[in-house]
């Protein structure tokens, strides 16, 4: 079986790749800010270093209004699925986001 038809984690090598992390998160804009400048800090714990940053990145973010309802329907879904009680079952978001008018 050749390279091209192995799966991702075997094929893990010391080779940069580009990559895309996606998160979703429901906050308020102060809160909001306050991801972004923390995730900033991990990928760029030096905000003054010369040249490029070692670890090349960009971040990207949109809220609500530019997502379809699709969009905003599965990423809401998403975290919900992701958001467990202690006995394993989703917490519903409080108040919950319902599709945009």
Do not use: F, Y
């Amino acid at each position: 079986m050749g390279d091209e038809n192995r799966g991702e984690a075997a094929q893990a090598t010391d080779e940069r790749r580009l990559w895309q992390v996606k998160i979703a998160l429901v906050a308020t804009s102060e809160q909001h800010e306050e991801v972004l400048d923390r995730l900033s800090d991990v990928l760029c714990p030096d905000s003054d270093h010369e040249g490029p940053c070692p670890l090349p990145w960009a971040m990207h973010s949109v809220n609500e209004d530019s997502l379809s309802a699709k969009q905003r329907k599965a990423l809401l879904e998403e975290i919900e699925e992701t958001n467990w009680d202690p006995e394993g079952r989703p917490i519903p978001l409080d108040p919950p986001l319902g599709p945009k008018p």
